[in-house]
């Protein structure tokens, strides 16, 4: 164990929405550094986002999405008397957003659309619509915790 935690570094919020959230996707978004790169596609998605839903408000749509990909419970492999159980286990907050974001992209760089902007938008949506290989994965994390429950009272 650390003597001490490390600081929590200031993210600074995006210069188009002044969202830290979309700040943080941005982060997990880019590759090899190039994080303007990363803002013109996520900035690209939701205005696909925002021409497809006209109803909804899109950066409100992203949110959505992202709570709706976002998993409660996890299952966590411990070793017990020569057998490993899958122990449920709650997820704190930082790391459930963490989580969220990560599979929504690579949900979305698994899809078949021309640019990433188009995919983003379209695993996006799907995630509003509680649909979509994001929010499968979500629900496959859930099923996985409650088939397990019977180990719980292993939590360590």
Do not use: W
Not at 12 to 18: A, E, G, I, R, Y
């Amino acid at each position: 164990m650390r003597k001490s935690k490390p600081k929590k570094r200031i993210i600074l919020p995006d210069p188009k929405f002044n969202d830290i959230l979309v700040t943080k996707f941005v982060n997990n978004l880019m590759l090899s550094g190039k994080k303007n790169l990363s803002f013109n596609i996520f900035y690209d998605a939701i205005e696909i986002v925002g021409d497809k839903l006209k109803d909804e408000k899109s950066l409100d749509v992203f949110k959505k999405a992202l709570l709706n990909v976002t998993p409660a419970v996890e299952v966590k492999s411990r070793r017990i008397g020569g057998a490993t159980f899958q122990i449920p286990a709650e997820i704190r907050p930082a790391r459930k957003q963490s989580i969220g974001m990560k599979s929504l992209i690579k949900a979305s760089r698994k899809r078949h659309e021309k640019t990433m902007g188009e995919r983003l938008a379209g695993e996006i949506i799907a995630a509003f619509k509680e649909e979509g290989t994001a929010f499968k994965k979500k629900e496959e994390t859930h099923r996985m915790a409650d088939a397990n429950k019977a180990f719980s009272h292993f939590r360590f």
